[in-house]
T-cell receptor, first 113, second 111 residues
Framework: GAGVSQSPRYKVAKRGQDVALRCDPI?????LFWYQQALGQGPEFLTY????????KSGLPSDRFFAERPEGSVSTLKIQRTQQEDSAVYLC???????????FGPGTRLTVT | KQEVTQIPAALSVPEGENLVLNCSFT??????LQWFRQDPGKGLTSLLL?????REQTSGRLNASLDKSSGRSTLYIAASQPGDSATYLC??????????FGKGTRLSVIA
């Protein structure tokens, strides 16, 4: 497909478990962003990649959150030892260059029980 | 720090009405501004993007305006339809930092 895809679409984790969320950006898009959206709120920035380089991770809420994009295409957001406050929708977006229009995936809804 | 505010938080209108959604931002130094639509349980669909040098953009029944100096944007929806029911998000792109979103306006169009 031509759009941004994310998997899984839904994830239920028990508190303390590790989870991995995947994002497939639009082919050729250099920039990739991760956002976290709590219920009833707008998305908030987590981290940004330009190709394989993670240039900004200032939005990651704790050191339990880790993201990578080793080959400059697919990205994985990993959350270790999940907590209830991690429950949210995690959105991935890509753009041709930073500052250009961002295209969003459908998101992964994470529920920590 | 850039902050984005959307008013109203929720809006309910009868089908066929024209309506305006408002977005304000605190720092006028922006690269562009995007309006998104989000359906329940779904991701974000980009509706319109306005570059900082532009005053407005139109797509079908949608018209977005930008007044950068006053830190305001509006999304005008003409002849609203029940299918327009969704949450509308405004996001500012400062250029060298990621998008900053408002909390959205939840729109219900009643048939």
């Amino acid at each position: 497909g031509a759009g941004v895809s994310q998997s899984p679409r839904y994830k239920v984790a028990k508190r303390g478990q590790d989870v991995a969320l995947r994002c497939d950006p639009i082919s050729g898009h250099v920039s990739l962003f991760w956002y976290q959206q709590a219920l009833g709120q707008g998305p908030e920035f987590l981290t940004y990649f330009q190709n394989e380089a993670q240039l900004d991770k200032s939005g990651l809420p704790s050191d339990r959150f880790f993201a990578e994009r080793p080959e400059g295409s697919v990205s994985t957001l990993k959350i270790q030892r999940t907590q209830q406050e991690d429950s949210a929708v995690y959105l991935c977006a890509s753009s041709q260059q930073r500052g250009n229009e961002q295209y969003f995936g459908p998101g992964t809804r994470l529920t920590v029980t | 720090k850039q902050e984005v505010t959307q008013i109203p938080a929720a809006l309910s209108v009868p089908e066929g009405e024209n309506l305006v959604l408002n977005c304000s931002f605190t720092d006028s130094a922006i690269y562009n501004l995007q309006w998104f639509r989000q359906d329940p349980g779904k991701g974000l669909t980009s509706l319109l993007l306005i570059q900082s040098s532009q005053r407005e953009q139109t797509s079908g029944r949608l018209n977005a305006s930008l007044d950068k100096s006053s830190g305001r944007s509006t999304l005008y929806i003409a002849a609203s339809q029940p299918g327009d029911s969704a949450t509308y998000l405004c996001a500012v792109n400062p250029g060298n930092t990621p998008l900053v979103f408002g909390k959205g306006t939840r729109l219900s169009v009643i048939a």
